[in-house]
């Protein structure tokens, strides 16, 4: 079956520096990828929507990749804040339906 | 504008009743998604809407789930006979474009259901 592996848990890293989160894909060729922030206690909020044909995408301190070679995309926040720390979500659609990962937890440490 | 609304934001009912979950969209999105959220653990995907037509209902986890959605706005998630199973937060999300396609969903705060 289709599956969106998101294969850490939690991360968490020191203040200032480069988080880098990983999505893995399974058995089908998404034409996409979506990335959001979801908080405790609130829905998901829509980050970056890269394309099966884009390579990079960015947006202010964050940047997304697509490797259809690897089956992966890696999402990054640079120059990281304890404001960025919240769980955060792949999701691309299969069919007729969306495929979520199950997140990543990041603390930022000041 | 609005965002996602969705009502109630919590329930609390008792094993074997049924319980109606409402979403209301952002104004002129055609696409709707329900989700289901239990604690710690990601979006598990139940169904969405394009308009009024759900194209596959198979996400749906039993038979005990209904949805619908009229007049391509409000939408309302049914589930009979609740089983202590079914606690979690459900998740509503609209989309301006065609669903599944490319477009950035916007969530609602969900419903943390709990059956006793």
């Known amino acids: 079956s289709q599956k969106i592996e998101q294969n850490s848990e939690a991360l968490n890293i020191q203040e200032g520096k480069t988080a880098t989160l990983t999505c893995n894909y399974t058995?089908?060729?998404?034409?996409?990828l979506q990335w959001y922030r979801q908080d405790p206690g609130r829905g998901p909020v829509f980050l970056l929507l890269i394309r099966e044909n884009e390579k990079e995408k960015r947006k202010e301190r964050l940047k997304v990749t697509f490797d259809t070679t690897l089956k992966q995309s890696l999402f990054h926040i640079t120059a990281s804040q304890p404001a960025d720390s919240a769980t955060y979500l792949c999701?691309?659609?299969?069919?007729?339906?969306?495929?979520f990962g199950s997140g990543t937890r990041l603390s930022i440490r000041p | 504008g609005a965002g996602v609304s969705q009502s109630p934001s919590n329930k609390v009912t008792e094993k074997g009743k049924d319980v109606e979950l409402r979403c209301d969209p952002i104004?002129?999105?055609?696409?709707l998604y329900w989700y289901r959220q239990s604690l710690g653990q990601g979006l598990e995907f139940l169904i969405y809407f394009q308009g009024n037509s759900a194209p596959d209902k198979s996400g749906l986890p039993s038979d005990r789930f209904s949805a619908e959605r009229t007049g391509g706005s409000v939408s309302t998630l049914t589930i009979q006979r609740t089983q202590q199973e079914d606690s979690a937060v459900y998740l509503c999300a609209s989309s301006l474009g065609l669903a599944v396609k490319y477009n950035e969903q916007f969530f609602g705060p969900g419903t943390r259901l709990t059956v006793l």
């Open positions: 999701a691309s659609s299969s069919a007729s339906k969306i495929i």
């Open positions: 058995n089908y060729s998404p034409a996409y």
């Open positions: 104004s002129g999105h055609t696409a």
